[in-house]
Nanobody
Framework: QVQLVESGGGLVQAGGSLRLSCAAS????????MGWFRQAPGKEREFVAA?????YYADSVKGRFTISRNNVKKTVYLQMNSLKSEDAAVYYC?????????????????WGQGTQVTVSS
């Protein structure tokens, strides 16, 4: 069983930056692929980024967002730069019992509670 706790969300002006963190419990963090998803009001959940030993991004965030992981701290991060109004959403951390990258939410086995990111124009 893995528990995920996100933090770092908040209100930021357009063009600003935020760093989200996701702390994981459990002893086998290195065996999990980690991902970030987001859901804006009235929209479906969408893939943002994922990481195993490599990383992968949605086209909408490529070049602006960076996912990273610290296996000692059992934490995955999402550095978000040049934020736009369309980035506003609840951001969810997810863990997959597999080291294959996936952009599909149903491939992930554990989810955090989400953290709100609000971008003001």
């Amino acid at each position: 069983q893995v528990q995920l706790v996100e933090s770092g969300g908040g209100l930021v002006q357009a063009g600003g930056s935020l760093r989200l963190s996701c702390a994981a419990s459990g002893r086998t963090f290195t065996a999990y692929a980690m991902g970030w998803f987001r859901q804006a009001p009235g929209k479906e959940r969408e893939f943002v980024a994922a990481i195993t030993w490599s990383d992968y991004y949605a086209d909408s965030v490529k070049g602006r967002f960076t996912i990273s992981r610290n296996n000692v701290k059992k934490t995955v991060y999402l550095q978000m730069n040049s934020l736009k109004s369309e980035d506003a959403a609840v951001y969810y951390c997810a863990a997959r019992r597999d080291l294959a990258l996936s952009t599909i939410g149903s491939d992930y086995d554990y989810w955090g509670q989400g953290t709100q990111v609000t971008v003001s124009s």
